[in-house]
C-alpha cells in the first residue's frame, strides 16, 4: 500500500467514524423524531443539512468538469441549482411549514381533498428520488474503487452499511446532525484544493477573485480568463466565456431546473423540520450561503482545471512551449486515469504525441477520444500536483457528498411509503409504533433497492436525471404553488393539470431519449436540429410546468370551487400565527 | 378578515417585487443581455455578462432571500400575525 492510498484510508475512515458517532447519539424514538426530527432543528444548523442534502455526487464530482468543458453554456446548472431555493423561499417552504405535516404528498392530498392527487404526488416522488439514489449510489462505488482500489461492489456494499446504520436508526433526527458533519466534510474537501490551485495560477487565495484575476498576479499579465478563451480558440474549441448554444434553450433549461429545484421534495421536507414559520424563511437563505460557497467556487476549480490541462497538453510558456506533450513522458495522473477507461488516447498520426483540438482546428485531428468530464474535480489535485492529504481528502468529500444526499432522498422515498402509502391510505388505524416500525422497514428496503440498481445500473441511469427534474418542475411544484396561492384549484383541476404537465414532459423526453428510455425506440435523434424549437429534453420541464398552470386553472374554473373548509385551510396556511375569524 | 386580507396582499408585493429582482440578474444579466453586458470587465478580467451567470445571480439569491426573510417578519409584526 502507497502513502497515498494509506492516507486515504484514514481520512475517509476517520468521517465514517465520526457519522457512526454521531448516528448513536441521535436515535429517533418518536415517528415526529423519524420523519422531521421532531421540528427542533436550529434553522442555521438545518441550512447546513439541506446544503449536504442538496449538493449530490453531480454537484461535488460533476458540475465543475461540466463546466470546464462547457464554459459558459454550463451556468444554467449554477443560475438553475441555486435560483430555485428563491422560489422555495418565497412561494413554498414557510407554507408548508406552517401547514406542519411530515411529507408532501400529504400536503397535496389534503389541500385537493384526493386520495388520487396523493398517490399522483407519491408516485412523482418515488421516481424522481428513486432516479437520484441510483447515480448517489454509483458515485459512492466509483469513488471507493478508485481511491481505496477495492472492487466496485465491495465499496457500494461499505457505503449500504453506512446508510443503513444512521438512517434507518436515527430518521431524519440522525440524517439531519450526520449531514452537517457531512457539509464540513465536503465543503473543506472542495475549497482546499481550489485555494492552492488558484494560489498557484493567479498569487489569490479566493477562488472566486482568482477567476477574475491576471495570471501569476502579475498585471502585466493576461486575464486568467482571456488566457483561457484565447488558448482555447487557438487549438480550435469555443471561446470559453461566450455563448455556445440557442438562447431559447439555456433559458428554458435554467427555468426547468430552479422550478424543479424548487418541487424536489427530499429538499423541501427538510424546511418542516425547523421550529417556527419565521426559520423556515431564513433557513432556506441559510441553505443557499451553504450551497453557494460550492456554487461560486465550482466555476473557478473548472476554468483552472480546464487550463491545467490544456497547459499539460500543449504548454504555451517554458522549455517546451508550443510542442504537443510526448505520449511517453505523460504524467502519472495520466496513466492512473487511462486505467479506468474515462481517459483515452489513440495516436492516429503515429508522431507519438498528443493533439488535443477542437473542431476548429483545421492541421490535427483530435487524438484524445476520450476525456470524460467526471474525471476532473477528482484529478484536478493531481494534475495541479498538490499533496497527498488534499487528495484523500477530495475522495473523503465526494463520498460525504454521496452519502448524504442518498439518506436524505431515501428517507424521503420511505417516509411517502410508510406515511402516505401505509397510515394515509392502506391502514389508517396504525399506531404510531407500527408506523415507526414500517418507516424502518421501508428505509431499509429502499437502500437495498437502490443498491441493487448501483450495482447493476440500468444503462440509462445518466438520463433519468432530466426525469427527476422534469417531474419536480410539471407536477410537483405547480400544485404546491396553487395550493397556496390560488384558492380557486380543486381537486378535479389539480389532478388533470398535474397528469397534463407530466404526460407532455414525459412524452417529450421519451421522444427524443426513447419510449422508457429504450433507445431504439426514440421517435426523433436526440440533437438539436430535431428538438422542438431547439428545446432540450433537459430543458422542457419548465413548458410541463406551464401546461399544468393553465390546465389546474382553466378546469378548476368550470368545475365546482373547494369546499368551505378547504378555502378556511388556505387562510390558515398564509399566515404564519393564528387565524382569527 | 380585510386586515388579513391586506396581510397577504402586502406579501404578494413584496414577493413579485423579489422575483422582478431575481428574473433581471439570472435571466436578464446572465442570459439575454449576457453577450452586451461581456464588454464590461469587473472585479479584473470577468466579463460582466459571464460574471453575472456564475457569480453574480447566485450572490443576489442569497441577499434576496435574507431580504425577504426580513421584510416578512416586518410585515407579520405590523399585522399581528406572528407566532408565539
Not at chain 1, 56 to 68: D, H, R
Not at chain 1, 187 to 213: D, E, K, M
Not at chain 2, 62 to 71: G, H, P, T
Amino acid at each position: 500500500m502507497d502513502s497515498l492510498q494509506l492516507m486515504t484510508y484514514l481520512v475517509v475512515g476517520a468521517t465514517f467514524a465520526l457519522y457512526i458517532f454521531i448516528a448513536i447519539k441521535a436515535r429517533a424514538a418518536t415517528t415526529g423524531e423519524f420523519y422531521v426530527a421532531g421540528k427542533g432543528v436550529h434553522p442555521v444548523l438545518n441550512g447546513m443539512a439541506t446544503g449536504a442534502d442538496w449538493m449530490s455526487a453531480a454537484s461535488f464530482i460533476s458540475m465543475a468538469g461540466l463546466i470546464a468543458f462547457k464554459g459558459y453554456d454550463a451556468s444554467v446548472f449554477l443560475m438553475g441549482w441555486t435560483g430555485g431555493y428563491c422560489l422555495l423561499a418565497m412561494l413554498l417552504a414557510p407554507y408548508l411549514r406552517k401547514y406542519g405535516k411530515f411529507t408532501v404528498p400529504e400536503f397535496i392530498g389534503d389541500r385537493y381533498y384526493s386520495n388520487i392527487a396523493r398517490v399522483v404526488a407519491v408516485i412523482c416522488l418515488i421516481t424522481a428520488s428513486l432516479t437520484y439514489v441510483i447515480g448517489q449510489m454509483k458515485g459512492i462505488g466509483v469513488a471507493f474503487s478508485r481511491f481505496l482500489e477495492l472492487p466496485f461492489e465491495t465499496g457500494l456494499l461499505v457505503g449500504m452499511v453506512i446508510v443503513f446504520i444512521y438512517a434507518v436508526l436515527g430518521g431524519m433526527k440522525g440524517v439531519t446532525y450526520t449531514q452537517i458533519a457531512q457539509y464540513c466534510v465536503l465543503i473543506f474537501a472542495y475549497t482546499v484544493p481550489a485555494v492552492f490551485i488558484s494560489l498557484q495560477l493567479t498569487g489569490t487565495p479566493v477562488p472566486q477573485l482568482g477567476l477574475g484575476a491576471h495570471m501569476g498576479g502579475d498585471p502585466n499579465n493576461m486575464f486568467l480568463l482571456d488566457k483561457l478563451d484565447k488558448t482555447l480558440v487557438d487549438l480550435g474549441f469555443h471561446e470559453y466565456t461566450l455563448q455556445k448554444g440557442n438562447t431559447l434553450n439555456i433559458f428554458l433549461y435554467t427555468l426547468s431546473l430552479m422550478i424543479g429545484t424548487a418541487g424536489l421534495p427530499h429538499v423541501i421536507t427538510r424546511f418542516f423540520t425547523v421550529p417556527k414559520v419565521k426559520d423556515a424563511r431564513s433557513s432556506v437563505g441559510w441553505s443557499l450561503v451553504f450551497i453557494a460557497i460550492l456554487y461560486t467556487t465550482a466555476p473557478a476549480v473548472g476554468a483552472m482545471a480546464r487550463l491545467n490541462l490544456m497547459e499539460t497538453i500543449h504548454p504555451t510558456s517554458g522549455v517546451n512551449a508550443g510542442q504537443w506533450l510526448k505520449y511517453d513522458e505523460r504524467p502519472d495522473w495520466f496513466k492512473n486515469w487511462e486505467k479506468t477507461g474515462l481517459l483515452k488516447f489513440e495516436d492516429k498520426n503515429g508522431d507519438g504525441m498528443i493533439q488535443y483540438v477542437g473542431k476548429g482546428n483545421k492541421e490535427f485531428e483530435n487524438e484524445m477520444v476520450k476525456v470524460d468530464r467526471d474525471i476532473m474535480v477528482l484529478a484536478n489535485p493531481e494534475i495541479a500536483k498538490l499533496p497527498n492529504w488534499v487528495i484523500a481528502l477530495v475522495a473523503a468529500g465526494g463520498i460525504a457528498a454521496a452519502l448524504s444526499t442518498a439518506a436524505g432522498l431515501l428517507l424521503a422515498i420511505s417516509s411517502s411509503i410508510s406515511h402516505d402509502l401505509l397510515k394515509g391510505i392502506l391502514a389508517p388505524n396504525m399506531s404510531d409504533k407500527s408506523e415507526l416500525l414500517s418507516s424502518r422497514i421501508a428505509m431499509a428496503g429502499s437502500i437495498c433497492v437502490a443498491g441493487y440498481f448501483g450495482l447493476h445500473p440500468p444503462g440509462f441511469a445518466a438520463q433519468v436525471v432530466a426525469l427527476a427534474f422534469g417531474l419536480a418542475a410539471s407536477s410537483i411544484f405547480p400544485a404546491l404553488m396553487m395550493g397556496i396561492f390560488v384558492k380557486r384549484v380543486n381537486n378535479v383541476g389539480a389532478v388533470l393539470g398535474m397528469l397534463s404537465g407530466l404526460g407532455i414532459t414525459l412524452v417529450y423526453i421519451f421522444w427524443f431519449k426513447g419510449w422508457f428510455f429504450v433507445a431504439s425506440t426514440a421517435m426523433a435523434p436526440n440533437t438539436p436540429d430535431h428538438w422542438f424549437m431547439g428545446i432540450a429534453p433537459e430543458a422542457f420541464g419548465a413548458i410541463g410546468a406551464l401546461v399544468n398552470f393553465v390546465v389546474a386553472y382553466v378546469v378548476s374554473g368550470i368545475t365546482a370551487p373547494p369546499p368551505e373548509h378547504i378555502q378556511h385551510l388556505v387562510d390558515d396556511i398564509r399566515v404564519p400565527g393564528v387565524v382569527r375569524r | 378578515m380585510s386586515e388579513s386580507g391586506d396581510y397577504w396582499k402586502a406579501n404578494i408585493r413584496l414577493v413579485i417585487g423579489c422575483l422582478v429582482v431575481w428574473f433581471i440578474v439570472s435571466y436578464g444579466c446572465g442570459i439575454l443581455l449576457a453577450p452586451a453586458l461581456n464588454n464590461i470587465r469587473i472585479l479584473g478580467g470577468y466579463p460582466l455578462g459571464f460574471w453575472f451567470a456564475q457569480q453574480g445571480s447566485i450572490y443576489t439569491f442569497v441577499v434576496l432571500i435574507f431580504f425577504y426573510a426580513w421584510r416578512m417578519n416586518k410585515l407579520d409584526e405590523k399585522f399581528g400575525v406572528q407566532e408565539d
